[in-house]
């Protein structure tokens, strides 16, 4: 079963170790008597959201045998007011260049949504999620 282990350092700063060995630094605001040195939590959620259709798609587009110069997504996103202040809204804007089609990225970030990413998948309960996509055409041009 995957797995994180928390620990909490100083003040609000902690540290996350995931099975894979890799440290992530939380900590809060200074408002929130923390000292601004990592991440919020709830900025995570969006980075993991972002790095799981991401990675669905650049994978899709691959296997589509799909020329892809650069991907970029930005991810913004709406809370409720009140406690727990969950995401209701989510927008994810994928910006793509490479020899493809509009089609294809539809496609591709489509199956992400629908299929493969877990991470939409649990996020979709509470918010409604969004995308659009920009595709700039380039023929020819590799990475």
């Not at 994180?4 to 630094?25: A, L, N």
């Amino acid at each position: 079963m995957p797995g994180v282990e928390i620990v909490w350092k100083e003040g609000m700063r902690f540290e996350g170790t995931p099975d894979s060995g890799h440290v992530i630094v939380m900590d809060a605001g200074r408002e929130q008597n923390g000292n601004d040195v990592g991440a919020r939590p709830m900025e995570l959620l969006l980075i993991g959201l972002g790095g799981c259709t991401g990675m669905d798609v650049v994978s899709i587009l691959r296997k589509m045998r799909k020329n892809i110069v650069s991907f970029k997504l930005i991810v913004r996103a709406e809370r409720s007011s009140e406690h727990p202040k969950v995401y209701t809204k989510i927008g994810l804007e994928y910006r793509i260049e490479g020899d493809m089609e509009d089609g294809d990225v539809k496609r591709a970030i489509e199956l992400s949504q629908d299929k493969f990413c877990s991470a939409s998948a649990m996020l979709g309960k509470s918010a409604e999620i969004t995308y659009t996509f920009k595709l700039l055409k380039t023929v020819g041009k590799r990475p």
